[in-house]
């Protein structure tokens, strides 16, 4: 009898795992060649919009689109591939009953505004599964990454697509996600077993992840496997050109083996709580036709065929792609697709699912708070000893914040790797201009020492807790006068009255009670004063300062020489005077502008820059409009100074990043502002060439510069430098 055969005996299998540390992340994430510079980050846009050249994502290979990101993934990315997964997304709801497992509802469903939840989908293909999140959770950040970007004119406003190939790793969403969702991305994936370990990161407490795989392997019907050899060609012909499959993709890098060992996986690691796992067995080719099959099978065999016929068809680039002759592959898929028709061999493919659900009760305990006092001897004597003991408060030190989350220079150093390019995920430098808040991170929060030694004043309060029956400390009284004059300021002096003489015991006591009373209230009438019109404050004049201010170059500097004696870098010809007022401010560690005429000599400011960070064991960065012109003063500068002192970056070339002055474009640099670049600690001088290009790049760089970093620019059609510079200053 034939049947479908879905759900196995392990369905539903849920086990608790101890906790215990996490796998830690290896780096052979980027063992391969792929351009970091081209991931995107959240939550920042994708790198990739719609608007952008689409065409420049793919490339062609045996007349299907390919992406043009990574290498081992080798599956189709084009029109008739999207429908196919459309379809293949169909026939998964009807499979698995349903669009989502058990349990994600309950967690998406206080999908409510004001308390977002997020949804992950790695490899999405066409989408279709997360624009379903996406509108029957309106109210949640959907999250979109494959290869290629999405080019569904019915995306939902509430999703996001990336393009990333999470190869690299996944450490830029980190505890942000409720529900992270992968299905049929191994052929794409070089370590599932280190994917695993990022997504449980990836996960908040209480999260939920969904994973779906096949093993590119063949059974029969008694679920036993079809082992094959690729060295001959012959029936069963799905089995062969499954087998043949399984060779070409692990050819590329993909781990056609991670759905056997992905239970393994999953239950040793120690941040999932759970897990349920159900297998599928799929009759890629079914038995022989039977009277009694129902509408919903002969539906889903047809959904079925359709699928595995176009994934012959998306197979095809990869197998011609191994080095197999076209003539075999022909012969192969016509045989494949004869014996589908016929249904004589019933062959199966085992999909495995898996449903987990995080636990992180390790990452909701906190650390005891720091003792706020310890106790310290009392030393005497030159000998130092010991002659009592004594409370002082506990000076303790912080750790070191990361560039994730501080923008101060004095953050711990990033990864090397992103030591000149600087990582997506890292925040800016503080930059120069704004006042920084000054924090104090050396020192407990204010400990008073009443009330047994508890903490009594909260932060930002100037009294504690006030209970009843507590002694109230005496509070002064303000004087409050209409005009805001003290008015102590204009008593007047009174005379003393005579004493009166004894009372006896009853009026004393009353009259001391008034006398109590009298004593509040003011002596002197002088506060009584008829209230008059209130005085209008007179507004203060606030002085212009000048941020910039112009030096006289047809003045002679006579004593040059006697205020810069030994020059960074010496020349053979004797300076011009704006040259040398140019040289004397740089050495006083000003910011410059020179504006001169073409050929003027403004090249000679910009080397003397660079020689004075080389002295100083700085860095100077050179940034020009044009890559051209980078280029050009890559070239100059290696001539005027030794090659090893002189570097170059682009956006495709990257020369001595080590160096001491570093020639580029001026996005390349806002791109390490923005990126929180240690290198940016080095710098001592950056050199605007051409500054008249200025623009929202030029403004950008100009704000973002630390404090630290000083400025030259050069330029010959600047007409109001005045103005330009007191902007910049």
Known sequence: MNTME???????????????????????????????????????????????????????????????????????????????????????????????????????????????????????????????????????SAVAVDLVPMQSTSMPPNLRSEVD????????????????HARLISSGIKDYHLLVDQISRVLRPGGLIDISEFDFHMYDKDHRRIELGTHEIGPPWWARWMTLLNAAIRAKGGDVDAATHLYDWVSSNPLFEGAIYREFWLPVVPGPREANETEFQRRFYTKLREDVTSFVRSGRPLLLGSGLSEDLINDLEKNAVAELERRESPQYTRLQHWEHKISAPDLLRSEPAPPPTTVAFVRAGLDGRVTGYTEVETVYLMPLPNGLTSTSLNRAPGPGKNFVRGKSGFVPFWPGGLDPDSVDSNKCPKFVKDLKGLRTVAPGLSRGLRLPGDPVEDEELVVISNDGVDASEEQEDEEIPPPEPPLDEDQGSSLDQRKDVDDLLPASRSNLRPVGPPRKKKRQIVQKRDWAHVIDVNTPLHNFHELVPEMAHNYPFELDTFQKQAVYHLEMGDSVFVAAHTSAGKTVVAEYAIALAEKHMTRAIYTSPIKALSNQKFRDFKQTFSSSSVGILTGDVQINPEASCLIMTTEILRSMLYKGADLIRDVEFVIFDEVHYRGVVWEEVIIMLPDHVNIILLSATVPNTKEFADWVG
């Open 165 to 180: 190939d999470i190869n690299l790793g996944l450490e830029h969403f980190y505890g942000d996600f409720n529900v992270v």
């Open 6 to 140: 879905f759900d196995s005996d392990n369905e539903s299998d849920v086990f608790s795992m101890a906790s215990a540390a996490p796998y830690s992340v290896s780096g052979s994430m980027t063992s391969y060649d792929v351009d970091l510079s081209m991931r995107s980050a959240s939550p920042a846009p994708s790198v990739v919009s719609i608007t952008d050249s689409v065409q420049s994502l793919y490339r062609q290979e045996h007349g299907r689109n390919l992406n043009n990101y990574s290498n081992v993934y080798h599956l189709p990315a084009d029109e008739e591939e999207l429908d196919r997964l459309d379809k293949q997304h169909t026939m998964f709801v009807d499979m698995m009953g349903g669009k989502y497992v058990p349990g994600m509802e309950a967690i998406m469903g206080d999908d409510v505004p004001g308390e977002t939840k997020a949804c992950l989908d790695l490899g999405c293909g066409s989408g279709s599964w997360i624009m379903d999140v996406a509108r029957d959770f309106p109210n949640c």
